[in-house]
């Protein structure tokens, strides 16, 4: 049975430390810990957790205080049924499209679970190269454009010690 995992305060120095890479694969305790992020990003469990919002479009581990380079991807929302997908070890390039000379970028309203009740205009790539590995090991690199390349970057930002209000 998985559990539950509580937030950590917005002054936890976790939040603000580069977190290690994921080197084993076959650690039990890695798959556990997965388990674990994917059972507390649902709604429910948000809710439960006293989480700033009903749901997640991602969330980093060390939200949750777990020093792991780690990150869960729920663009479409955090309900039960919808797309999930556990992300190990990412990092992204900006990507020039077609008929493009240079990296576009684009403003929108962020929020935050670690920065509750704030939003801040955060300036992202539109279109990057996301590079990740799967809890089995593959190595996964996609593009990704518009709401899912900010979404990879504000959780791989999460996991470079970043926070969207610049603290």
């Keep these: 049975m998985p ?40 709604k429910p469990q948000l809710k439960a957790a006293h989480g700033a919002h009903d749901s997640a479009a991602g969330m980093a581990a060390n939200q949750w205080g777990i020093k792991q380079r780690i990150f869960i991807f729920t663009p479409d929302g955090s309900e039960e ?21 240079e990296y576009k970028m684009a403003a929108a309203y962020e929020g935050c679970f670690s920065v ?16 990740y590995f799967t809890p089995n090991g593959e190595k996964v690199e996609r593009i990704l454009q518009g709401w899912e390349a900010r979404v990879f970057q504000h959780e791989t930002d999460h996991l470079n010690g970043k926070l969207m209000d610049g603290t």
């Design 3 to 42: 559990r539950l995992l509580n937030f950590v305060k917005k002054n936890d120095p976790v939040l603000r430390e580069i977190m290690p890479t994921v080197n084993n694969f076959a650690d039990p305790t890695l798959h556990e810990t997965i388990e674990d992020m994917c059972y507390s990003i649902l």
């Design 81 to 101: 049924g919808k797309r999930m997908e556990v992300m190990i070890n990412p990092s992204y390039s900006p990507l020039l499209r077609p008929d493009e000379t």
């Design 116 to 131: 509750p009740l704030t939003t801040c205009i955060i300036n992202r790539y539109e279109a990057i190269t996301a590079v």
